[in-house]
């Protein structure tokens, strides 16, 4: 099966971008939708955006998150990308990338969770 590999995380002040990627390997990168989500501490984990396998679909959390958030994918390096922008402290958090070969994840991430996961990268915004 798909394992990932999350990179690109660190302390930045906020205002910073960043891009953090998710490398796979294992299996058909394409035949996987993929996700990211985040936990900040003490908190539940939380939606941030998904992206089908052709790279044409996206959702987002919420329109803030589609305004400072964005998903993409290279399926021929196999590896998916979260990129942040006008970084604020609030966005402190462990971020996970994770997989499905369900095209319903892009749809309703919450109602049908991804299957497989990240470790996670960590980022830390300072004020």
């Known amino acids: 099966q798909l394992q990932l590999v999350e990179s690109g995380g660190g302390l930045v002040q906020a205002g910073d971008s960043l891009t953090l990627a998710c490398a796979t390997s294992?299996?058909?990168?394409?035949?996987?939708?993929i996700g990211w989500f985040r936990q900040a501490p003490g908190k539940e984990r939380e939606f941030v955006a998904a992206?089908?396998?052709?790279?044409?679909?996206?959702?987002y959390a919420d329109s803030s998150m589609k305004g400072r958030f964005t998903i993409s994918r290279d399926n021929f390096n196999n590896t998916a990308y979260l990129h942040i922008s006008s970084l604020k402290p609030e966005d402190t958090a462990v971020y996970f990338c994770?997989?499905?070969?369900?095209?319903?994840?892009?749809?309703?991430?919450?109602?049908?969770?991804?299957?497989?996961w990240g470790q996670g990268t960590p980022v830390t915004v300072s004020s």
């Open positions: 994770a997989a499905d070969r369900r095209p319903v994840v892009v749809v309703n991430p919450t109602l049908f969770p991804f299957q497989l």
């Open positions: 294992g299996d058909a990168f394409t035949a996987y939708n």
């Open positions: 992206i089908a396998w052709t790279g044409r679909t996206t959702k």
